[in-house]
């Protein structure tokens, strides 16, 4: 009985700790909040339910984060019949979009403004694998395998499209910064600060 | 240098977010320089990270609430499977109610209760009491007692309190706002249409402040309720729960959708019909028909009931027709929010009782009352409750 308690207490701070990150995830796979939040429960209830302990999984963040992408996409498939054929055959790529939130930047509103511009305008020229990829490379830290296993794609794959992507980025932003450096490196021994692009 | 102008840099996002080693050299050559730039540079680094990409919109309301909906259908799937495995070893349950009946001789000795070896028990436990809360846009307002809301046409809630007007609320649009009535407590709402619900304990319904042009419609997500829908042709009443929607043409009827049992309607008169969520096909109800629904294979079923003993709880009595004891102390433990268990006893959940039980404030007149009818025994100690053969 003790111990049952203390699983309940360890599924509520589980939660605590990833729910965010779980909900930010499955709102930038592009669904409506409520659905998210009912995929969230019947994530943590399954686990809840099952034989294995919480401590027992390993990997807790990423065995979360994929249990909540195959719940979504079965939520998904189930509403399916109602969508044209059209759109089926498109769903090879999933939307990914990332929401910025710049809004308590303690800075003017122009430059929050500018700010928000130039990063949204960075994020757009990626394909939505591209952005999720970085997101859960650079906000979640995950390990190339792992996003290969949540995007359902191969390791080499995985890596392929972050060269495409940082190719892209090169394209757009490289030749200023392969401009800028021997300006930069003369600035830096007058001791001066580098200007802002 | 600040942490924002490395935000309003795009190399510096450039790099963040798909580094390479021509970047890498760049911004590493930059701090060996500049090693007085590093905590801005970190502290620019982690708002990206966790604030700027990590946009979190789940009020802490929703989180709470959330868990507590997960918590609650945690302990319903647990005592399914619990239910099963008593079913599936006999021996064990025997040797478990042995347990219990001797620790119970042991500890109530003292006041007096005897009881012959072998006694079946029933026991009960109270639980902590929970707020009735009212949910519209950020706002959440909570209730110690019963309330009763009362929208106007204008979108607002007047909510009273035993005839007492305590508040006014702005009724939001969207979200939908919700009114969960926990275990041991009641409320009604009017519509803005004039439309008025019973909520039963136990249950939450999401409502618009007023409904549109064409459709009117609320969403029952569990709990049971019984409605008197005010007619109106032009603008048909549509009820949704998980598994199924209820369309009405002026009636009233009642449903219950409690996670540890199958949904069911009643109705008590006009005419509705249920459709599932996801289907075509519509089944067509009549007054004193009680359809429910069987998830497991996605089917309604009718019988024709005395719909008295489906309804009486909005009118704060139980009517029972030959009702199982099972079935009973579940609707006791929703209404006066107890605990009872009862897995490990047979018989006992085998006797039905008929009659007539007056939901007062008092809980031993209740229980006396059902214990008469199920000709079993009562005792309340400390309040826990025991509930043995006579």
Redesign the interface.
């Known amino acids: 009985m003790k111990k049952e308690v203390n699983r309940e207490n360890d599924l509520a701070s589980v939660y605590n700790r990833y729910v965010n990150d779980l909900f930010t995830y499955g709102c930038y796979l592009g669904f409506e909040r409520e659905s998210v939040k009912d995929a969230i429960q019947d994530v943590f209830v399954k686990i809840s339910t099952s034989k294995s302990n919480l401590t027992e999984i390993s990997h807790l963040k990423f065995y979360l984060f994929k249990s909540l992408k195959n719940r979504l996409y079965d939520l998904y498939r189930q509403k399916k019949d109602h969508l044209v054929l059209d759109e089926l055959t498109t769903n090879a790529e999933m939307p990914f979009h990332i929401d910025l939130n710049i809004e308590d930047l303690l800075i003017e509103e122009e430059e929050r403004l500018h700010i928000r511009n130039e990063i949204t305008k960075m994020l757009s020229l990626l394909t939505h694998r591209q952005r999720e990829i970085v997101y859960l490379r650079y906000v979640q830290e995950y390990e190339y395998h792992q996003i290969a296993d949540l995007l359902d794609i191969s390791v080499n794959g995985c890596r392929k499209l972050v060269s495409k992507a940082l190719q892209k980025l090169r394209e757009e932003y490289g030749d200023r910064l392969a401009l800028l450096i021997p300006t930069l490196l003369v600035t830096l021994t007058n001791g001066q600060i580098p200007p802002n692009c | ?1 600040r942490y ?2 490395f ?5 510096f ?2 790099w ?3 580094p ?1 080693e ?2 890498n050299r ?1 911004w590493e050559e ?1 701090l060996r ?2 090693p007085e730039w590093k905590s801005e540079m970190d502290e620019a680094i982690s ?1 990206l ?10 009020s802490d309301l ?2 709470e609430w ?2 507590h ?3 609650s ?2 302990v319903q ?2 005592r399914k ?1 619990q239910r099963l495995i008593y079913r599936l070893s006999a021996a064990a349950a025997l040797l478990l109610l042995l347990t219990v009946t001797g620790i119970y001789l042991f500890t109530t000795d003292k006041n007096n209760f005897t009881s012959i070896p072998g006694t079946e028990l029933i026991t009960g436990e109270m639980l902590q009491s929970k707020d009735i809360r009212l949910i519209t846009g950020q706002e959440a307002i909570n209730f110690q007692e019963d309330i009763e809301v009362l929208l106007n046409e204008a979108g607002s809630a007047a909510i009273t309190q035993q005839n007492k007007e305590v508040k006014t609320v702005e009724i939001n649009r969207t979200p939908l706002s919700s009114l969960i009535v926990p275990y041991g407590k009641r409320s009604t709402l009017t519509l803005a249409d004039g439309s008025k619900v019973w909520l039963n304990s136990g249950s939450i319904l999401e409502f618009p402040p007023t409904f549109r042009e064409g459709k009117r419609e609320i969403r029952l997500l569990t709990g049971e309720m019984y409605i008197e829908v005010a007619h109106d042709r032009k603008r048909p009443f549509l009820v949704h729960t998980s598994d199924f929607g209820v369309r009405v043409y002026g009636t009233s009827f009642n449903i219950a959708t409690y996670g540890d049992a199958a949904p069911e309607v009643v109705l008590v008169e006009g005419s509705i019909s249920l459709k599932q969520t ?1 289907r075509k096909e519509e089944m067509m109800i009549h007054p004193n028909e009680r359809v429910s629904f069987d998830p497991s294979t996605g089917s309604f079923s009718k019988t024709a009931v005395n719909v008295d003993s489906y309804i009486s709880w909005k009118d704060g009595y139980l009517s029972l027709d030959k009702t199982p004891m099972t079935e009973l102390l579940k609707r006791i433990e929703r209404y006066y929010n107890l605990s009872f268990n009862y897995d490990q006893d047979v018989n006992l959940q085998k006797r039905t009782c008929t009659g007539k039980i007056f939901l007062s404030d008092n809980l031993d007149n209740v229980m006396t009352t059902i214990a008469l009818l199920s000709s079993t025994r009562y005792e309340n100690v400390n309040n826990r409750i025991y509930i043995t053969n006579d």
Do not use: C, F, G
């Open positions: 240098m924002t102008d935000l309003n840099d795009p190399r996002i450039r963040q977010l798909i390479d021509e970047t760049y930059l320089q500049h708002y990270k966790q604030k700027a990409m990590s946009r979190n919109d789940l929703e989180r959330l868990l909906s997960i918590q259908a945690s799937q647990k499977k996801d």
